[in-house]
């Protein structure tokens, strides 16, 4: 137990392991939704069609997701808990349509261990960014720059094909997502440091959706990744 040194209230470590339970239970939530629809969607002649049977709606799906995402960012000041945890279902909804093609290129038991794979690094990486008393702060810039540079290569690499630029995207982008894993879980474990709000709060469900969002996204693209390397192609 300790003085909240923002508004004098006091937290408990039970108080951060609720917070960080509503982010991880929130993200496998969404995990699951995406999952769920990506196998089902796999399975339909006609929303297959519909999403990849034209190139220009795959991208407005793409589109609409950044959007979400960003509305949800963004939006903790103006925007209610429960608006943003309705967003966020949302989002995990057509992150599963557009996530519906690894079935039909990969075969579901290297999609079923490239899984497993992902989870026990994600795991690992989100434990020691709860446990180590290392600021991983400065870590934000360097992770975001190498972000903004796999983004930038992978447009490129979508005009050149060279399959030598996909492997070394891919060996970074796991490096850039391992670190955002350890570094969002600290920054949530500080959230639930400093905030001193009380589990059902208003602010509580928004840190909570914000927080989920985030490791949604570095395990999503984590799992990505990794299917690149330990995915099999159906024949």
């Known amino acids: ?99 519906s093609f690894i079935f039909l290129v990969y075969t579901s038991v290297s999609i079923t261990t490239t899984f497993f794979i992902t989870g026990l690094t994600f795991g690992a990486t989100s434990f020691y960014g709860y446990i180590t008393k290392t600021d991983l702060t400065s870590w934000g810039k360097y992770l975001f720059m190498g972000l903004i540079g796999i983004i930038i290569a992978s447009v490129v690499n979508i005009f050149v094909h060279s399959t ?24 949530i474990r500080r959230l639930g440091e400093t905030m001193g709000a009380e589990e059902g709060s208003e602010h509580f469900g928004k840190v909570a959706i914000v927080g989920a969002l985030a490791l949604y996204l570095d395990f999503v693209n984590l799992f990505l990744l990794f299917l690149n390397f330990t995915g099999r192609g159906r024949n």
């Open 1 to 99: 137990m300790r003085e909240d040194a923002f508004n004098g209230s006091v937290i408990t470590k039970a108080q951060e392991n609720t917070l960080l339970r509503a982010v991880y239970n929130r993200m496998m939530l969404g995990l699951f939704i995406s999952g769920f629809t990506a196998y089902l969607a796999s399975y339909s002649a006609a929303i297959q069609q519909f999403l990849f049977g034209n190139s220009y709606m795959i991208w407005i799906l793409l589109i609409i997701e950044l959007g979400l995402v960003f509305s949800i960012s963004g939006g903790m000041r103006t925007m209610t808990a429960s608006t943003a945890s309705i967003l966020f279902v949302l989002f995990s909804f057509l992150n599963g349509l557009t996530l």
């Open 164 to 187: 030598t630029m996909s492997w070394v995207i891919s060996y970074i982008g796991v490096a850039v997502f391992v670190g955002l894993t350890a570094y969002d879980t600290q920054k």
